[in-house]
């Protein structure tokens, strides 16, 4: 069966680092992109970070460039989430995303697995 587990999360004060990881199964890892999506209470889930299949690029959200490193090992089945210099806005559920382009003629679609997500807290 197709499973993404995420762990790592926790409580720590503002300006404190974290680091997140999930632990995939069941499928190809190696063909899928990564994501990390994150969602706060009464809130839209947003896109966190990104990276290739091959973990040769990444593309971060905004709010989190140059503070987060999204980061994926092939050879072990896993993806993680470097989180430094937290600050509460980033209190969320964090979860991980595998997703792979599937064609079909002139069309596509986006297979996508999710994760059950792991709780970060940023508070003083």
């Known amino acids: 069966q197709v499973q993404l587990v995420e762990s790592g999360g926790g409580l720590v004060q503002p300006g404190e680092s974290l680091r997140l990881s999930c632990a995939a199964s069941?499928?190809?890892?190696?063909?899928?992109?990564m994501n990390w999506y994150r969602q706060a209470p009464g809130k839209e889930r947003e896109f966190v970070a990104f990276i290739t299949n091959t973990g040769d690029t990444t593309r971060y959200a905004d709010s989190v460039k140059g503070r987060f490193t999204i980061s994926k090992d092939n050879a072990k089945n896993t993806v993680n989430l470097q989180m430094n210099s937290l600050k509460p806005e980033d209190t969320a559920v964090y979860f991980c995303?595998?997703?792979?382009?599937?064609?079909?003629?002139?069309?596509?679609?986006?297979?996508?697995?999710w994760g059950q997500g792991t709780q970060v807290t940023v508070s003083s």
């Open positions: 995303n595998g997703r792979i382009k599937r064609s079909r003629g002139t069309g596509y679609r986006f297979e996508n697995y």
């Open positions: 069941g499928f190809s890892f190696s063909d899928y992109a």
